[in-house]
């Protein structure tokens, strides 16, 4: 593991690490970030000292990359009790923004990246969408100590991959909702019936239609 005061993203770090051959299992924990990425190019903005700020080497199978970054967002709903949001975003029961994975592969199909933001005791002010887990238990740990249990919680079920998309399931609180899918090309309204068990969102479209989505934004939407 090594901790940095500040990087422009761990994840470029620990993806240059690993194109350099570095092996499965290296953590890069930072302080603040100066680039910081969130999914389809969005920035990921913390204080310094907010957050835990954090990415993960992983070398699974190549079928098994998809399911390696969703054991990350599963451990993570595990030790701060938020459900997760498809695809891997962490959501507080009023659907506030907790936490969010981001992953990158690369190497030809040999290593993923997954990094990791959560928000423990701080949001930016200017995100309102945002909440910290000091918000919702009063037992937050220290980051060191926090990104501890994560790594607790994520080593047995990368051992177990395949018993991943079952929790996943049992986690997602996008199925069953009411949900707005804005995708590349299209901007669609439907019910997010379930992830297959290649994590695409399996939705019934408003005319009928099922449809899996494997890129896009899904919004909830508010029961009418």
Known sequence: MRHVAETGSTNSDVAAAAAAGEPEGLVIVADHQTAGRGRLGRRWV?????????????RPTSADAQLAVAAVACAASAVTGAGIKWPNDLVAPDNRKLAGVLAESGGNGT?????????????????????????????????????????????PRYAAIDAVPAEYRNRCVTIGRDVRVVGVSSTFEGVAVSVD???GLVVRRADGEVVTVTVGDVVHLRAS
Do not use: K
Not at 48 to 54: E, R
Not at 120 to 145: E, G, N, Q, Y
């Open 197 to 199: 068990d290649a994590g």
């Open 111 to 155: 290593w993923v990246v997954v990094g990791i933001g959560v928000n423990l005791r701080d949001v930016p002010p200017d995100v309102p969408d945002a909440i910290a887990l000091s918000s919702l238990r009063d037992d937050v740990p220290s980051r060191d100590a926090f990104l501890e249990q994560l790594l607790g919680a994520l080593e």
């Open 46 to 58: 913390a204080e310094p000292g907010s957050a835990l700020l954090a990415s993960i080497l992983l």
